[in-house]
């Protein structure tokens, strides 16, 4: 006889079997709660690292999640860039301009690169391959090869 049918006989008569709460469950919520109070953390650490760049970089990151539908940061040799995700129209008004690859991912960096200021970027006084990987990052961002995007063979 299974478990649940000697729960089930040990009931009395027009009374329901106790119902046992399944421990995976509670396994589940807790580590729900738990992953978000470490959510709630990180952020926190991260507008104070932000504010203590520039005091208004916490404000400016919640404006621009309000105005572009990805935001993401990264650190490349020391410095922190914040770049944006771009539409299908900005990537193919970009890329009728026709220019050779370096150029097309200085473009898009420069388009999409949010902090610092790419006018503040001189890009041919920065290390070589940082417009490239700019541009990688924000066409990731934009749903080129996005690493959440995993194939179904049906």
């Not at 046992?20 to 470490?38: H, T």
């Not at 193919?92 to 999409?112: F, H, P, T, Y």
């Not at 690493?147 to 063979?153: F, L, S, T, Y």
């Amino acid at each position: 006889m299974n478990p649940a049918d000697a729960e089930h006989l040990r009931a009395q008569p027009g009374e329901a079997p106790a119902k046992k709460e399944d421990p995976s469950k509670r396994g589940e919520a807790d580590d729900r709660s738990e992953i978000q109070r470490l959510r709630e953390e990180a952020r926190g650490k991260r507008v104070e690292y932000l504010r203590s760049l520039n005091k208004e970089l916490p404000e400016m990151v919640e404006r621009w999640k309000a105005q572009f539908p990805r935001v993401e940061s990264i650190h490349v040799l020391g410095t922190l860039y914040i770049y944006r995700g771009m539409n299908r129209g900005e990537y193919i008004a970009l890329m009728q301009q026709g220019q050779d690859k370096i150029k097309n991912d200085e473009m898009v960096a420069s388009k999409c690169t949010l902090h610092p200021k790419t006018e503040q970027l001189a890009w041919v006084e920065l290390p070589a391959g940082l417009p490239t990987t700019l541009a990688d990052l924000i066409l990731t961002a934009s749903g080129f090869g996005a690493e959440d995007a995993v194939p179904i063979r049906l």
